[in-house]
């Protein structure tokens, strides 16, 4: 009894039995399309008895003298498995035949992910590990698939129209379908548009940040007024952009470069006061003149400010390059396909480049990031992983 | 706060300047070819001036804004034919009705985003499962341009009948989420592990640490992440008015003044919506600071 009522992932083992059980009793009352199939029921039937095995070999090997404590890791990859074959099995539903039976049979191997991840993450692992690491990839991994095959599972079964909610699979083959159309758009909006406007501001505003900083009175002007602009909603400068420098990817430049400069502003005179008296008292020892004290160190000090507004930068700058271009741009580019192909109801082309979008912005944060670790490896916010 | 004010005047005045400036070469070439069409010559002099007058001007002079702004939303209202005294209602044609359509959608969908935002955050702080699977999502999508997905919501919800307010706080709920999530998850865990053992010894509930400790030391954390989130939520706001196309809001008039080149009515939309976001997040600051005040967590 307390097996099933307490440990981790109880709820879920119970709601998994319930919705199991229900799944079995309705899928016998009826015989139609869209039930759940045999092969289905019986490895849901397999992942749950695992689930309860698992459990009490989790108990077992908490215990302080385990001498097998990969038992509950490999129960829990064969739960994995089974799951994954269920799911498999149910992704092969006929369009918008979705039955009650097949219905709880989805909530189930949702719960069973869930009961997964919930096993996998009160795991007592030793910290630092490679087995914590690969638990840090494999929870959010498991959760994410989850969510698309939900996705791709309820808009098959349910039999949702195209023009609400493509399937994840839709999404995938117009993606590989129109491969050079979005990458036309990538090279567009994010290459020509988004980076050299990013570049452009960036550079101005640290050039002009460092000429701020040598007078105290200007940059008491500039902190207030930099932090106050950098609260505004400057995307819409978009459409007077639009007017100055024409549709071409120039204008979408001229708003990513006024969007990033004063964050990046703001960031870099504040880290450029991040040295101690010490510290600079050391380098007039020295005798180090204001480059030598600027380059040698003011610079690297101000270096985890500068990399944290280049990182704020780096999202908005693909923000301002997409809404610029929904007024205005060239038949190319991912806000005007975004916003073209939204007309048109092709929701799975804009999917495609909503995925162009999130990838391209997840990679230009993540070398940041990298770069961030290479640089500031000093700092302690580095220091702690 | 005295050591401020003067150089931010200084700064403030050194814009204005500079901006007056550019008005000049910027406008000075319509000047020159209307001269040179009515085949007169322009002096220096006129040339200023006349840089500073101009209907459609290709950069409009700070105070041709300012009294936009005030014909838009003041003169309008009290002597428009569709104005506030002529009629009772707000004129649809003054930024008052068009910030204020603006502005409750973005408050709408910053209460749902901020609400949602604190339920996860709680949620993740409780549960491993969640904290393992769902943070590093919540993590990753700050680095993705969500807004990007408002043009779908607007049609996809006008498609199944969802329209008027509802879609663009979804979006301004969606950009405000996020923010939210990460900062107050920070802030529920920055309870050091001293105080939680405290409570421990003192036998609380989880339910006690939670009221007690882990959320009002989250204060600090909550306000920082709200000011992001309501910033968040009104540039969600007018870029969901974008795609129905220039019917009413903040956005529909910075896009119908792109459509007819009414280059000063774009520019008094544009400030508009700064004055909203500047107000908002002034007002999310003075809750703050009365906040912490009461609570005694500011010297």
């Given amino acids: 009894m307390r097996g099933i009522l307490q440990g981790s992932g109880a709820p879920q083992r119970l709601g998994m039995a319930i919705m199991l059980s229900a799944a079995i009793a309705l899928g016998m009352t009826q015989v139609s399309v869209g039930q759940p199939s045999g092969p289905v029921l019986v490895l849901l039937a397999v992942a749950l008895a695992l689930a309860f095995v698992a459990d009490a070999a989790h108990r077992a090997t908490q215990r302080p003298q385990s001498d097998r404590p990969w038992v509950p890791v490999v129960l829990l990859l064969l739960i994995c498995g089974s799951l994954a074959g269920a799911g ?3 992704m092969q539903v006929t369009r918008g035949t979705g039955t009650p039976a097949f219905w709880c049979a989805v909530i189930a191997v949702w719960l069973g992910a869930w009961m997964v991840v919930a096993q ?3 795991l007592h692992l030793r910290p630092g590990g490679w087995a914590e690491r690969l638990r840090g990839l494999l929870a959010p991994l498991v959760f994410g698939i989850t969510l698309l095959w939900l996705w791709q599972t309820g808009v098959r079964g349910g039999g949702v129209a195209n023009v609400i909610l493509p399937a994840p699979s839709d999404i995938a083959l117009r993606f590989v379908a129109s491969a050079g159309v979005l990458w036309g758009d990538f ?3 994010f290459v020509k548009g988004a980076l050299s406007g990013y570049a452009i501001g960036v550079a101005a505003a640290l050039v002009f940040a460092v000429l701020v900083d040598r007078s105290d009175f200007l940059r008491r002007g500039l902190l207030p007024v930099g932090n106050f602009v950098a609260a505004l909603p400057i995307i819409g400068t978009a459409p ?15 708003v990513v470069v006024a969007m990033v400069f004063f964050p990046m502003l703001v960031n870099t005179v504040q880290g450029l006061t991040e040295t101690e008296a010490m ?3 050391l380098m007039r020892t020295y005798s180090a003149s204001y480059w030598q004290g600027l380059w040698k160190l003011r610079l690297p000090a101000a270096m985890p400010f500068i990399f944290n507004g280049l990182k704020i930068c780096s999202t908005l700058a693909l923000i301002g390059a997409i809404v610029a271009e929904f007024f205005g741009s060239p038949t190319r580019g991912m806000g005007f396909r975004i916003s073209t192909e939204v007309g048109r109801l092709n929701l799975d082309m804009v999917w495609s480049e909503i995925a162009v979008a999130a990838v391209a912005g997840s990679a230009f944060y993540g070398i940041l990031a990298a770069l961030e670790r290479g640089v500031t490896f000093w700092h302690p916010s580095q220091r702690g992983r | 706060m005295r050591g401020t004010i003067l150089p931010v005047l200084t700064v403030v005045a050194v814009i204005l300047a500079l901006w007056y400036a550019a008005c000049v070469p910027v406008n000075g070439q319509w000047v020159r070819d209307q001269a040179a069409r009515a085949g007169t010559e322009v002096t220096f002099g006129e040339l200023v001036t006349e840089t500073m007058r101009q209907d459609r001007p290709r950069l409009p002079a700070p105070h041709q804004i300012a009294v936009e702004l005030w014909n ?3 003169m309008e209202e009290a002597t428009g034919r569709r104005g506030l005294v002529k009629t009772g209602t707000l004129s649809n044609r003054s930024l008052i009705h068009h910030g204020w359509i603006t502005l409750s959608a973005t408050l709408l969908g910053f209460g749902i985003g901020t609400g949602l935002g604190i339920l996860l955050a709680i949620g993740i702080v409780h549960n491993r499962a969640m904290d393992f699977s769902v943070m590093p999502w919540a993590i990753a999508s700050q680095t993705i341009p969500i807004l990007a997905i408002a043009p779908m919501i607007i049609v996809v919800l006008n498609a199944i009948g969802i329209t008027g307010i509802i879609p663009k706080a979804i979006i301004s709920a969606y ?3 996020f923010p939210v999530v990460v900062g107050m998850v920070k802030g529920l865990r920055a309870p050091d592990a001293m105080q939680l053992d405290l409570m421990k010894t003192y036998s609380a509930s989880s339910l006690q640490v939670f009221t007690k400790l882990r959320w009002p030391s989250s204060m600090p954390y909550l306000f920082a992440s709200l000011k992001v989130g309501i910033a968040a939520a009104l540039i969600g706001a007018i870029v969901g008015e974008l795609p129905t196309g220039a019917v009413a809001g903040l956005g529909a008039r910075l896009l119908s003044g792109s459509y007819y080149g009414q ?22 600051g003075a809750i703050q600071r009365l906040t912490l005040r009461r609570m005694g967590m500011t010297q």
């Fill in chain 1, 88 to 90: 498999i099995g149910l």
């Fill in chain 1, 240 to 254: 007077i952009m639009v007017m100055w420098f024409g549709f071409g990817w120039e204008s979408k430049a001229a």
């Fill in chain 1, 120 to 122: 996998l993450s009160d």
């Fill in chain 1, 187 to 189: 090279v567009q909006t």
């Fill in chain 2, 175 to 177: 950009l405000s989420f």
């Fill in chain 1, 279 to 281: 510290q600079r008292d």
């Fill in chain 2, 72 to 74: 838009s939303t003041v």
């Fill in chain 2, 263 to 284: 280059t000063v009515q774009i520019w008094a939309a544009l400030f508009a919506a700064a004055i909203l976001a500047a107000s908002m997040v002034a007002l999310v």
